[in-house]
């Protein structure tokens, strides 16, 4: 549709302006096409999911099958990679603007 190539034009002119560090890692969380390690994370991003809400269950159980203590950090070191990963997008992000809009970072959110 028009209005989605619009937005991607502008989201390149603007991320032609930035610093290249900040394209690169903007590149690497936004395009697994962007290298091999884009791509393996790209891979592995779902295992992390869902072993992160295999614990989120297990904090839910009455008799947790493990150590509870260790459940709780666990949970804190997913929510810590989750919200570092969606400041990092937002500061490389190319517009700011446009950040909000696109389906995948509301749903983080």
């Known amino acids: 549709s028009r209005k989605s190539n619009i937005t ?3 989201m390149q002119m603007k991320a032609t302006m930035q610093p290249k560090w900040m394209r690169a890692v903007w590149n690497f969380l936004d395009d697994p096409e962007s290298g091999p390690a884009a791509a393996w994370y ?19 159980m009455d008799e947790p099958w ?3 203590k260790f459940i709780l950090n ?3 070191v ?5 919200l570092l ?13 446009l ?7 509301i749903i983080d959110l």
């Open 8 to 10: 991607a034009e502008s």
């Open 74 to 76: 666990m949970e804190i």
């Open 42 to 60: 790209n891979c592995l991003i779902p295992y992390f999911i869902m072993v992160s809400t295999i614990f989120a269950i297990f904090m839910t």
């Open 85 to 97: 990963e969606f400041l990092i997008r937002y500061i490389c992000c190319p517009s700011k603007l």
């Open 78 to 82: 997913f929510d810590v990679f989750y």
């Open 66 to 68: 493990m150590n509870q």
């Open 99 to 105: 950040f909000w809009f696109r389906p995948t970072n």
